[in-house]
């Protein structure tokens, strides 16, 4: 069975609290593991949740702002440690490409040609190099430059074993069928793919990140299975989100609402909130979005929901 599943290594904003750290998310998706906004502290926040810098594929940024990106020098200084055989590519805006630099040589290490910086600009396209996963980008409304991710991965067919054995098409057939479209059957007939399975929809990952509300948050999330999206506000401080372009907890369900998402999950939570208003969070995104909501909380481990 396929892996896919995201570990919560740190869900505060700019300052991390007793309870929650710095940004950091990891994204299991089968072969790859992708790591995105790395704040102070992801390293450990790692160890906890026991995963390892051999995990990692790929790492992606969405701004330079430092609790999503101060932990990067230590992962990048872990990779090169660990001596991993895989390049490890890291996404990030280009405009910041000194900032990217700065992180990258933060301190004497022994390097790593492996690690490959991969920046990102217009619409956003960064592809993995893997045929079975799409990574794009794009660009939010925040203070500095800012993107978004969206994972997908291309659609496919479910075979269907009663149609496939009215048309005598079993065993190798099978794959050759899903493969090139079209096969001979044993009795001579040409069959066609559509005659033996159903589209079936890719999965797809969003990641938005330190942004206002925007057309461009909208198009991440659109149909995704899982959005994790900054929810720094609740409803009474909404004058704050819009000053310092961030998201209220209703504005991100809104957004997952409008893109009929699946599964939300909120994070990025100011340090002004405690414990006993999580609650609230809850409630202000089930009033915009009737789907799976998740409040993140540190080393949570949540995995993406069965295929549509």
Same mark, same amino acid.
């Given at each position: 069975?396929?892996?896919?599943?995201?570990?919560?290594?740190?869900?505060?904003?700019?300052?991390?609290?007793?309870?929650?750290?710095?940004?950091?998310?990891?994204?299991?998706?089968?072969?790859?593991?992708?790591?995105?906004?790395?704040?102070?502290?992801?390293?450990?926040?790692?160890?906890?949740?026991?995963?390892?810098?051999?995990?990692?594929?790929?790492?992606?940024?969405?701004?330079?702002?430092?609790?999503?990106?101060? &932990?990067?020098?230590? %992962?990048?200084?872990?990779?090169?440690?660990?001596?991993?055989?895989?390049?490890?590519?890291?996404?990030?805006?280009?405009?910041?490409?000194?900032?990217?630099?700065?992180?990258?040589?933060?301190?004497?290490?022994?390097?790593?040609?492996?690690?490959?910086?991969?920046?990102?600009?217009?619409?956003?396209?960064?592809?993995?190099?893997?045929?079975?996963?799409?990574?794009?980008?794009?660009?939010?409304?925040?203070? %500095?430059?800012?993107?978004?991710?969206?994972?997908?991965?291309?659609?496919?067919?479910?075979?269907?074993?009663?149609?496939?054995?009215?048309?005598? %098409?079993?065993?190798?057939?099978?794959?050759?069928?899903? *493969?090139?479209?079209?096969?001979?059957?044993?009795?001579?007939?040409?069959?066609?793919?559509?005659?033996?399975?159903?589209?079936?929809?890719?999965?797809?990952?969003?990641?938005?990140?330190?942004?206002?509300?925007?057309?461009?948050?909208?198009?991440?999330?659109?149909?995704?299975?899982?959005?994790? %999206?900054?929810?720094?506000?609740?409803?009474?401080?909404?004058?704050?989100? *819009?000053?310092?372009?961030?998201?209220?907890?209703?504005?991100?369900?809104?957004?997952?609402?409008?893109? &009929?998402?699946?599964?939300?999950?909120?994070?990025?939570?100011?340090? *002004?909130?405690?414990?006993?208003?999580?609650?609230?969070?809850?409630?202000?995104?089930?009033?915009?979005?009737?789907?799976?909501?998740?409040?993140?909380?540190?080393?949570?481990?949540?995995?993406?929901?069965?295929?549509?």
């Amino acid at each position: 069975m396929s892996a896919r599943e995201l570990h919560i290594l740190g869900t505060s904003s700019a300052v991390p609290t007793k309870r929650r750290n710095h940004n950091g998310y990891f994204l299991r998706w089968d072969q790859h593991g992708i790591l995105f906004d790395p704040g102070e502290g992801t390293q450990r926040q790692m160890r906890h949740a026991g995963l390892a810098a051999s995990d990692l594929t790929r790492v992606c940024i969405t701004h330079f702002h430092g609790d999503h990106c101060l &932990g990067l020098p230590g %992962i990048i200084q872990r990779i090169a440690r660990d001596r991993l055989t895989h390049p490890v590519r890291v996404a990030y805006p280009h405009s910041g490409r000194h900032y990217w630099e700065r992180l990258r040589h933060a301190s004497s290490f022994h390097d790593s040609a492996l690690i490959l910086g991969q920046g990102v600009d217009g619409n956003g396209s960064c592809p993995l190099g893997e045929e079975d996963l799409r990574l794009s980008a794009l660009p939010l409304a925040h203070s %500095i430059p800012t993107y978004g991710y969206r994972l997908a991965e291309p659609d496919g067919w479910r075979m269907l074993p009663q149609a496939l054995a009215d048309h005598g %098409i079993s065993g190798p057939l099978v794959g050759r069928l899903r *493969r090139e479209g079209t096969v001979t059957s044993p009795h001579g007939h040409t069959v066609h793919l559509s005659q033996c399975a159903r589209p079936r929809p890719g999965q797809v990952f969003a990641f938005v990140m330190d942004t206002g509300e925007c057309d461009q948050a909208l198009a991440l999330a659109q149909g995704a299975d899982m959005l994790v %999206i900054e929810s720094t506000y609740l409803d009474a401080e909404a004058d704050l989100a *819009r000053a310092h372009g961030h998201l209220t907890a209703r504005q991100a369900a809104r957004i997952a609402a409008r893109a &009929g998402a699946r599964t939300l999950v909120l994070t990025h939570i100011s340090e *002004r909130y405690e414990h006993g208003d999580d609650q609230r969070f809850l409630d202000q995104a089930a009033a915009e979005f009737d789907g799976t909501i998740h409040l993140a909380h540190d080393l949570d481990r949540i995995a993406l929901p069965p295929r549509r």
